[in-house]
Structure formats: structure tokens, C-alpha cells
């Protein structure tokens, strides 16, 4: 099985930094609906039997240029949004903010067991993820899910080949893992440009 994961386009609470996770979220941002039409041409080639997205809205606005190009039908699972955001839901305050992204650390350093107040442990969280891709029986899918959960299920699911965990990526940048439940192996992942270059934020998918 290869998972193509691919993070949604901007939206407009990405604009104000807000941690926007409660359905239906916030639409695509016309940046954003650009970006999901690059995606689609960046993925030109690239076989796929299924799409899945997550209920917020976000995610099958991004699919849609690539479900209408290869007239798949993008399959709707709630277990793949984003950590959810819980008390902190809407927070744009950086303090609150590093919060949420401390507790997901941990869970990427091996502690689970921290909760969101109000919302998820990384027990859950990777449960309800590991649930849906597993009864998944596509071949070659695309995931079009959030930037911390496709961080966070990723690093502990396949770590970085450094020790170090997989960069959190910017809107409709993608990573490919392959494997088995349980048995994943990193095929690329999305390499954020070096301070100072022009190098474009997102990077091809390899078929």
C-alpha cells in the first residue's frame, strides 16, 4: 500500500494563525484554491486507486481538482482531521499555540499521554488515524488531511532516517509512505526550503 498524504490548501484561518479544527472549519482561501489545482498537476502521473479526506471542508475542497480530474469519488472519514484543538479551539495567541504544539511534541517523542485540555491524548489520536487508513483497501491513496496530524502520525509511525521529527508541512505539501499497518517505511516527505534560497515551499510527490 502507498499513502500519497498531502496537507490542505490555505485557508483563511491559516491567515490569522488561528487552531481552526472543529467541523465544518474554514473554507479555502483563493491562495489556497490555487494551490490544490498545483497539487493536482504536481501529482499528474501518479496512479490512484481512492481519495480520503476528513469532514472539514478544507480537505474536499483541496481534493477536488484531483477527484474531478480522474473522476474518483473522495472518501469522507472524520478519523483523519486534526488534532483537535479542544479548549483551545480558535486560539491564535502564541502561548496558547506553543501549547498545543508542546503536547504534540511529546506524543512524537514517545509520551502519548498527554491530553489537549479539552480534547485529545496522542493515544487517540493515532488510534483513530491508524483505524481509518487500515480499513482502507486502496492500493495507490491520497490522504488529504491537516499539518499536525499528518507530523504527528507520521514521525511515530516511521520516525526521520536523523532521529529527528519530519518537518510539519505548509499547505498542499506532500509526503509518500508505503508498507503495511504497522510496517511503514518513508518514501519522501515534504523538505522545507533552506533560510535564505528561493527553493519552492512543496516538493513533487515520487511516484
Known amino acids: 500500500m502507498r499513502l500519497y498524504l498531502a496537507r490542505h490548501g490555505q485557508t483563511t484561518s491559516n491567515t490569522i494563525r488561528a487552531l481552526d479544527t472543529a467541523a465544518p472549519g474554514a473554507d479555502l482561501t483563493e491562495t489556497g484554491r490555487v494551490q490544490s489545482e498545483e497539487l493536482a498537476e504536481r501529482m499528474t502521473g501518479i496512479h490512484l ?9 478544507r480537505t474536499q475542497q483541496t481534493a477536488e481538482p484531483i477527484a474531478t480530474s480522474r473522476k474518483l469519488d473522495s472518501r469522507i472519514d472524520p478519523r483523519i482531521a486534526e488534532v483537535s484543538g479542544g479548549d483551545w479551539e480558535m486560539a491564535n495567541d ?10 504534540a511534541q511529546n506524543w512524537m517523542e514517545g509520551d ?11 493515544h487517540e ?18 490522504v488529504v488531511s491537516h499539518g499536525m496530524m499528518l507530523q504527528v502520525w507520521a514521525t511515530i509511525m516511521v520516525g526521520d532516517p536523523a532521529g529527528e521529527k519530519l518537518p510539519h508541512m505548509t499547505n498542499c505539501a506532500t509526503g509518500v509512505i508505503e508498507g503495511t499497518p504497522g510496517k511503514w517505511e518513508l518514501v519522501d516527505w515534504y523538505k522545507p526550503p533552506t533560510p535564505g534560497t528561493e527553493v519552492p515551499a512543496e516538493d513533487a510527490p515520487k511516484e
Open 125 to 142: 489520536v493515532l488510534e483513530r488515524f491508524n483505524a481509518a487508513i487500515e480499513e482502507s483497501d486502496e492500493e495507490s491513496l491520497l
Open 112 to 122: 502519548l499521554d498527554p491530553r489537549i485540555p479539552g480534547g485529545e491524548n496522542g
Open 94 to 103: 502564541m502561548p496558547t499555540l506553543m501549547e498545543y504544539f508542546g503536547i
Open 49 to 57: 486507486d481512492g481519495i480520503l479526506v476528513s469532514h472539514l471542508v
